[in-house]
């Protein structure tokens, strides 16, 4: 079931209802059986690999704990990890293995060939496998301790708001939270039924509508080139944004309105100055999880500067492959990873040629250029996301280099499916969702709209909800059965 299924509201309101008219100790049952219901919605298959993931950390937190030594406690771990990520390894990434080692050797003049088998890929395995090797890890580290309930530690594997795309969370802030006693709080739930309403306004109106263009170019992209190749690729950097951002603000939105607070996975990122700053921007789950799991493990900053841009390239390599096993994911990755060590290298280089031009970077003068770089390399990078294979993704640069600007205004950008009014539809919700971010700076949007007198409280949403049936994209066919990150 996708959650902008026209079945996932409903669902939402009887699991709040029951789940508040429950006494507290029975709860945390039927949050467990609504997210194994939801997800079982997608395939029964799926539920096999959850219990895998699950009863293994499980078991293994337990283990940790009992273990008299350092190094039982370690073997531990590594049992764990290799049963979890060897699952994930099989299932996500055996063929684009196989597949590697048929070009390695037919360089070298080894005759072979790439598998043509497909597996099984569950739906969101990547992310709750992360969270659960967490929980392990944080076990190991003392960070945690072992959770003797088995139903809850379930539940936390499997809350089924963030059990498909996160937001990725840790064992130490979420277990502790199925233990408390919610009571029904008003105020929380309109906050979250209008973040959540948000979240569909991000999606459904805007990153669906950009997702029509998206498709069409990238698609066919022997047939475009020039500016509405370019145009096409500004479009998918706004498109998995809101498309991302819509989903975290849903699954967000009903945690909250279920008595739980999750932390924002995205803060503006496309107002950063740096790529290094986008990613603590950007999906902060995921770039949080990476840093404290990998990246620091491996050194951190605590080493040489060699040794620090070899991390970074390391880290942004599997961060590229934990998307998805293709050459043109881990080219992403690594376009990310040199981003942020041709920065590290040349920031003292920048910051002598800022003193000698008589430029203060710290008063702001360079805010926008900055911006504006850091957007433009972070959209060339999403070329390599969004191509399935790296000479696609080659080719449809060399297309955006042949310049045709006249496509842009000779009525061309209407023949990619999108009508003249529905392109200026989209360009609006664009120009609503960069007004919310700028202002989200500064206050709380969701605080402010909720202080307005009841008359205008329900016209901005019944205009929402009107905006989302006239413009939203619906049906069978269309994306919006799935999210972009959903498939990761």
Not at 283 to 298: A, E, K, Q
Not at 317 to 326: D, E, F, N, Q
Request: proline share 4%; with cysteine.
């Amino acid at each position: 079931m996708s959650i902008v299924s026209a079945f996932f509201p409903p669902m939402i309101a009887c699991t709040c209802l029951v789940y508040y008219l429950l006494p507290h100790r029975f709860r945390w049952g039927w949050l467990l059986a609504v997210s194994y219901i939801f997800y079982l919605t997608f395939d029964v298959r799926y539920a096999v690999f959850l219990l895998i993931s699950t009863f293994s950390t499980y078991i293994s937190g337990i283990l940790i704990s009992n273990s008299a030594t350092a190094g039982k406690k370690k073997l531990w771990v590594v049992l764990t990890c290799v049963l979890n990520f060897g699952v994930l390894i099989v299932f996500k990434y055996l063929k684009f293995l196989g597949s590697a080692y048929a070009v390695i050797a037919s360089a070298v003049g080894i005759k072979a060939s790439s598998p043509t088998f497909t597996l099984l890929l569950p739906i969101g395995i990547s992310f709750y496998t992360f969270q659960a090797i967490t929980y392990t890890i944080d076990v190991y580290r003392g960070d945690v301790k072992p959770e003797d309930h088995f139903g809850k530690y379930a539940l936390f594997v499997s809350f089924f708001p963030t059990l498909v795309s996160g937001p990725i969370q840790k064992a130490k802030e979420m277990l502790p939270k199925f233990d408390e006693v919610h009571e029904f709080d008003y105020e929380k739930a309109r906050r979250g039924g209008l973040l959540i309403l948000y979240g569909y306004f991000q999606k459904m109106a805007v990153a669906d509508r950009l997702g029509v263009v998206v498709d069409t170019v990238f698609g066919h992209p022997a047939q475009y080139q020039g500016a509405v190749s370019v145009l096409a690729s500004l479009f998918y950097t706004l498109q998995i944004y809101f498309d991302f951002a819509g989903y975290s603000n849903i699954a967000i939105g009903v945690s909250e309105m279920l008595g739980f607070d999750l932390k924002a996975n995205f803060n503006r990122p496309y107002f950063s100055e740096t790529v290094q700053e986008f990613w603590r921007r950007w999906h902060v789950s995921l770039s949080t999880w990476f840093r404290d799991y990998l990246y620091i493990p491996l050194g951190g900053n605590r080493c040489s500067v060699p040794r620090q841009a070899l991390n970074l390239m390391i880290v942004s390599g599997v961060c590229g492959l934990w998307h998805g096993p293709s050459f043109a994911f881990l080219a992403w990755g690594l376009l990310h990873g040199s981003y942020q060590v041709i920065g590290k290298f040349t920031r003292r280089f920048r910051n002598g040629l800022w003193k000698k031009l008589g430029v203060n970077p710290a008063s702001g003068q360079l805010h926008v250029p900055r911006v504006a770089a850091t957007f433009l390399l972070v959209s060339f990078a999403w070329i390599f996301f969004r191509m399935n294979s790296l000479r696609n993704a080659l080719a449809f640069i060399q297309g955006m280099f042949r310049f045709d600007l006249p496509a842009l205004w000779n009525g061309a950008i209407f023949n990619l499916g999108l009508s003249a009014p529905e392109f200026c539809a989209v360009c609006i919700g664009i120009l609503v969702i960069w007004v919310v971010d700028s202002l989200s700076r500064k206050m709380d949007l969701r605080d402010w709209i909720l202080r307005r007198g009841t008359a205008v409280r329900w016209s901005f949403y019944v205009a929402t909800v009107l905006v989302l049936l006239t413009f939203g994209i619906y049906g069978e066919a269309t994306s919006t059965q799935q999210f972009i990150y959903a498939k990761f």
